[in-house]
């Protein structure tokens, strides 16, 4: 598949897949964004010990895009550190970490989507021992397709090949496979309300 192949492919893929999204209703989102949250402290738990230090990458929702916020209670109280991203004052296409310790430190940018002040703490790359990332659909071989923006690619370029990607969706989001590019990178899990994929198995 040629590159403007591959574009248009992501494209229809993108808008089949956001679509059906926004049909979600409230209650369904909420329903199974809670199944998914007890999937992932499960994982996590089993994946990051007590005593591994590393803090955990998550996202704050948009839409109706898998709420993680009973999630990040969880982490919390168990003392993980979080961080979540900022692209405010940032150039385009262009997402750090920053720590998100508590609700309160969160504003709306002007698109209405949350994210820590610009006081926030940085996060190093380093310092990341799990990144969960949303996405418009996975396949299971760990492939994502994103919202189109790049924001993702960045990002996990600068991440150590030893970091843990878990894939977060809803569990119609998983498409038989979705078109890659070489930069792309897969993810080792995918968790939705139906199951934890292990991704790196079917590689």
């Known amino acids: 598949m040629n590159d403007l192949a591959e574009q248009q492919a992501k494209r229809a893929l993108r808008q089949e897949f956001l679509q059906r999204r926004r049909q979600l209703s409230a209650a369904e989102a909420a329903a199974a964004s809670a199944e998914i949250c007890r999937r992932l ?104 397709l994103g919202q189109g923006g790049g924001y993702y690619d960045r990002f996990l370029a600068r991440l150590s090949p030893q970091t843990l990607l878990i894939g977060v969706a809803y569990d119609w989001q998983l498409a038989p496979t979705l078109p890659q590019a070489a930069w792309d990178r897969p993810v080792q899990l995918l968790a939705t309300d139906k199951r934890l994929l292990d991704c790196a198995t079917k590689c």
Do not use: N
């Open 41 to 144: 402290s499960v994982c996590l738990a089993e994946r990051l010990r007590t005593e591994q230090p590393g803090a955990v990458f998550s996202y704050l929702a948009y839409g109706r895009e898998v709420d993680l916020a009973a999630l990040h209670q969880e982490l919390w109280r168990q003392g993980r550190p979080l961080a979540v991203p900022r692209t405010q004052g940032l150039p385009a296409g262009i997402m750090q970490a920053v720590y998100l310790r508590s609700e309160d430190e969160l504003t709306r940018t002007e698109r209405g989507i949350a994210e820590p002040s610009a006081a926030a703490e940085p996060c190093p790359p380093e310092a990341l021992a799990a990144v969960l990332l949303p996405g418009v659909a996975f396949d299971a071989q760990g492939g994502r």
